[in-house]
């Protein structure tokens, strides 16, 4: 079985390289970083180190690495033989792979099973968005035959892995929980093998749970330890006021997963609770500037801060609390995070109102809109 996974970097080879290589896969790393493919391509193996209350380490093998920014043919050539193709790029990145898939899928022999064709991103239906720009890109057979050549399933990947340290090598050091939970519907009851993957009927309320409480929490973590100067993530949830700050807003998020999904407020209680301890392990070296990076994109429409405060606003809840957490965001100020400094920018040059349509994509007409717009002015007054 041979799986090729675009993105070798800390997801990449710490979470989906892993699971798929313990599935029995030969894995094919896809990655433009020159340096970071050539150490792969030159080195058998590397470990990945999970820590937490239970630590314990994995030798990864079994793999092969491939530059796809200077080796696109060769790359096409794997995928069109593969099970198996997945991503963990950033979903921004999603448009600049799947050309190199869609040539892939249009080379594909028909007699093989078809691709399994899953992103591993933190975004909602990120396989929907890669499949748009893969069928941009098919020629007309295979767009006729599409359903015999690729199956494409969303998926939901939890696992916190950090940026590494400069001598680590291409070991990873992540955290002991792991969840990858994909849609089995596209599958038509023959699912690709991969004991440590949890094939689901529904998606929607995993991945909305995931994002709306591991991420929205996080990123939370992540903007009010910035404000307060925390050197790491576990050291920001020593403060109580940033500690009470997210569990506050994973309140107004599990009241919104369980009226929503009818979840059991005792699970849903106890997956905050787990979720808690995750961001405070003090054995993970996680920076604000991580977790927080890109917070243009973490604002927006569909994501973890304005996904479930909208839909709070909807249903007649004021998300004080989120809101509070969209405030923080507005002010990640650093210099290194193009998107930060465009943030600033933003809000030095735009009038509230222009700022949050743009930030948010919310109508004026949203029941949450004129909450940012009080939020971003008292940003630009500060
Ligand atoms: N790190 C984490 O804890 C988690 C990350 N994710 C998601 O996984 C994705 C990747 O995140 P990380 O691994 O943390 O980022 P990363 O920056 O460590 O890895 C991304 C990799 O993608 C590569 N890349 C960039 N453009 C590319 C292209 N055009 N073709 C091929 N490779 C390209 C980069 O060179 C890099 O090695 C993101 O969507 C993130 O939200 C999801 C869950 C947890
Ligand atoms: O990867 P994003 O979307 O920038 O979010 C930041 C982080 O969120 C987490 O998935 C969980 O909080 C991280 O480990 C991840 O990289």
Known sequence: MKAVHFGAGNIGRGFVGLILHNAGYEVVFADVNAELIDALAETPSYQVHEVGAASKSWTVDN???????????????????????????GPNILRFVAPLIARAINERDHALKPLAVMACENAINATDLLKQEIVAGLDDAALASIDSRAVFANTAVDRIVPGQAADAGLDVTVEDFFEWAIESGPFGGDVPDIAEAHFVDDLAPYIERKLFTVNTGHATTAYFGFLEG??????AMQSPEVFARV?????????????????DPEAQEAYVQKNLTRFANPFLPDTPARVGRQPIRKLGRHERFIGPAAELSERGVVPDALLGAIGAALRFDLPEDAQSVEL????????????????????????LYAHVVRVVERVQKS
Not at 63 to 89: C, G, K, P, Q
């Open 344 to 367: 600033k920018e933003l809000l030095a040059t735009s009038s509230a109102s222009d700022a949050t349509s743009r930030l948010t994509g919310l109508e004026a007409s949203h029941p």
């Open 247 to 263: 569990a506050a807003v994973l309140d107004e998020t599990k009241t919104l997963l369980i009226a929503k999904y009818d979840f």
């Open 63 to 89: 793999y092969r690495a491939l530059n796809s920014a200077t080796h696109e043919a060769d790359v096409v050539a794997e995928i069109a033989s593969a099970d198996i193709v997945t991503t963990a790029v």
């Open 230 to 235: 925390a050197a790491t993530l576990a050291d």
